[in-house]
């Protein structure tokens, strides 16, 4: 479904639920990382791009002097938060994501406003396109809706990250927040996570897309490693005499390689390379420079795979078949993105071979590991946006 198609949807199924039309329509996107893994604790590069997904809310002013009811339209299950007073964790469990972000709203002085609301998100849940980060955005988007009074959106942002960290106790990174507040249509964001400084980098050319490619496994070592793989980033800069891997350079590495494990060192080279690899990639998409994004894109899934090895069979199959139809078959590169461990891949391919691609990454990943996976195209999205109200 577009945006717009979905804004319909909602406005439907709110009227169906509450009797009523709403008021305000919001929607906040997912997002895929096209390049800059693991860079983000290093005080790195990220380059994401909001996807067409979306968590999508339409709201109108409750009757009930006090309530926030949130009605998910897919699970049929509904969340009804007190804001009468300071909002705090509680049930059903999704709905933390939402009081979070409540929470931080209070926290700035705003008075939340009863309402009852309708709620549907395209973004998959769990497969790391971040629905997670979607559904917050999606929220803030909707109080400053329905208080008529806009934030900052890095503020806004930041906000929805502490909702993560507070009330759903993940404790993430600041992209995922940052792309689905901040994004723009037709643009990825570089986003430096040392000084959280944003630049938008138009990707406009209309004979090329990204297709998502999710591996639908998560094999379960993910937190266990995520935490040893900073312990070495922090050992290798810490040998290398830097605040952190980012003001290390691919030379000074070299000279300290005998001071260092063999791992250690592997982990390093990764983590350096991919935050040079990821400013490049930004350069290659302002000139247009497919070919070039693309072998970017291959150098950073090797890295992740030998160097810093959080991969896992499955996302090589995926990389090894975009390999396998190439250029030719209208694939400029491809990678495994997000933690790792499973989830899914990023393929950077021309828009008029996308149909012949998805079938023959869908048959062939079938063939060689029994699993479906779910492949979908995305241009680069608009971020999170007040469709009425
Ligand atoms: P990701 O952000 O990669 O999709 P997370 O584990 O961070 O994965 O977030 C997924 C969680 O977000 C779900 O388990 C659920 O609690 C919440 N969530 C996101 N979208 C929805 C939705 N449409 N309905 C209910 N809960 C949702
Ligand atoms: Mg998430």
Same mark, same amino acid.
């Given at each position: 479904?577009?945006?717009?198609?979905?804004?319909?949807?909602?406005?439907?199924?709110?009227?169906?639920?509450?009797?009523?039309?709403?008021?305000?329509?919001?929607?906040?996107?997912?997002?895929?990382?096209?390049?800059?893994?693991?860079?983000? !604790?290093?005080?790195?590069?990220?380059?994401?791009?909001?996807?067409?997904?979306?968590?999508?809310?339409?709201?109108?002013?409750?009757?009930?002097?006090?309530?926030?009811?949130?009605?998910?339209?897919?699970?049929? /299950?509904?969340?009804?938060?007190?804001?009468?007073?300071?909002?705090?964790?509680?049930?059903?469990?999704?709905?933390?994501?939402?009081?979070?972000?409540?929470?931080?709203?209070?926290?700035?002085?705003?008075?939340?406003?009863?309402?009852?609301?309708?709620?549907?998100?395209?973004?998959?849940?769990?497969?790391?396109?971040?629905?997670?980060?979607?559904?917050?955005?999606?929220?803030?988007?909707?109080?400053? @809706?329905?208080?008529?009074?806009?934030?900052?959106?890095?503020?806004?942002?930041?906000?929805?990250?502490?909702?993560?960290?507070?009330?759903?106790?993940?404790?993430?990174?600041?992209?995922?927040?940052?792309?689905?507040?901040?994004?723009?249509?037709?643009?990825?964001?570089?986003?430096?996570?040392?000084?959280?400084?944003?630049?938008?980098?138009?990707?406009?050319?209309?004979?090329?897309?990204?297709?998502?490619?999710?591996?639908?496994?998560?094999?379960?070592?993910?937190?266990?490693?995520?935490?040893?793989?900073?312990?070495?980033?922090?050992?290798?800069?810490?040998?290398?005499?830097?605040?952190?891997?980012?003001? @290390?350079?691919?030379?000074?590495? /070299?000279?300290?390689?005998?001071?260092?494990?063999?791992?250690? !060192?592997?982990?390093?080279?990764?983590?350096?390379?991919?935050? /040079?690899?990821?400013?490049?990639?930004?350069?290659?998409?302002?000139?247009?420079?497919?070919?070039?994004?693309?072998?970017?894109?291959?150098?950073?899934?090797?890295?992740?795979?030998?160097?810093?090895?959080?991969?896992?069979?499955?996302?090589?199959?995926?990389?090894?078949?975009? /390999?396998?139809?190439?250029?030719?078959?209208?694939? !400029?590169?491809?990678?495994?993105?997000?933690?790792?461990?499973?989830?899914?891949?990023?393929?950077?391919?021309?828009?008029?071979?996308?149909?012949?691609?998805?079938?023959?990454? @869908?048959?062939? !990943?079938?063939?060689?590991?029994?699993?479906?996976?779910?492949?979908?195209?995305?241009?680069? @999205?608009?971020?999170?946006?007040?469709?009425?109200?």
């Amino acid at each position: 479904m577009t945006l717009k198609e979905l804004a319909t949807h909602i406005a439907a199924e709110f009227e169906k639920h509450y009797g009523r039309p709403p008021r305000w329509i919001v929607a906040a996107p997912g997002r895929v990382n096209v390049i800059g893994e693991h860079t983000d !604790y290093n005080d790195g590069f990220v380059l994401p791009m909001a996807i067409e997904r979306y968590a999508i809310m339409a709201a109108d002013p409750s009757a009930a002097s006090s309530s926030f009811s949130i009605y998910d339209t897919h699970f049929k /299950e509904t969340a009804t938060i007190d804001v009468s007073g300071p909002v705090g964790k509680g049930q059903p469990k999704w709905s933390n994501y939402i009081r979070g972000v409540l929470a931080g709203f209070q926290n700035r002085g705003v008075k939340i406003p009863a309402l009852d609301v309708a709620f549907l998100s395209t973004v998959p849940l769990g497969g790391g396109l971040s629905s997670s980060a979607a559904l917050e955005v999606c929220t803030a988007t909707l109080i400053e @809706a329905a208080t008529g009074r806009p934030i900052d959106p890095i503020e806004k942002a930041l906000l929805a990250q502490k909702a993560e960290h507070d009330f759903a106790g993940v404790p993430c990174g600041i992209m995922d927040q940052f792309i689905s507040a901040l994004g723009r249509e037709g643009h990825l964001l570089l986003l430096d996570c040392r000084t959280r400084k944003t630049e938008l980098v138009p990707m406009r050319d209309p004979s090329v897309e990204l297709l998502v490619v999710n591996t639908n496994v998560k094999h379960e070592l993910g937190s266990g490693e995520y935490a040893k793989r900073r312990a070495e980033c922090e050992d290798a800069a810490r040998i290398l005499g830097v605040k952190s891997l980012r003001d @290390a350079t691919p030379d000074q590495l /070299e000279k300290a390689k005998g001071r260092m494990s063999d791992v250690v !060192y592997r982990r390093a080279r990764h983590v350096i390379g991919e935050i /040079e690899r990821t400013t490049h990639a930004a350069e290659g998409i302002r000139q247009s420079n497919w070919p070039t994004v693309g072998q970017f894109m291959y150098a950073s899934h090797y890295a992740l795979r030998d160097d810093y090895e959080v991969s896992c069979q499955e996302l090589d199959v995926v990389v090894e078949i975009a /390999e396998d139809i190439g250029y030719q078959g209208g694939v !400029y590169g491809c990678r495994m993105t997000g933690g790792g461990f499973g989830g899914c891949c990023v393929a950077l391919v021309k828009s008029d071979a996308v149909e012949a691609i998805t079938k023959k990454i @869908a048959a062939d !990943y079938k063939a060689k590991t029994g699993i479906e996976a779910a492949i979908f195209a995305s241009r680069p @999205a608009a971020g999170a946006t007040i469709i009425k109200g």
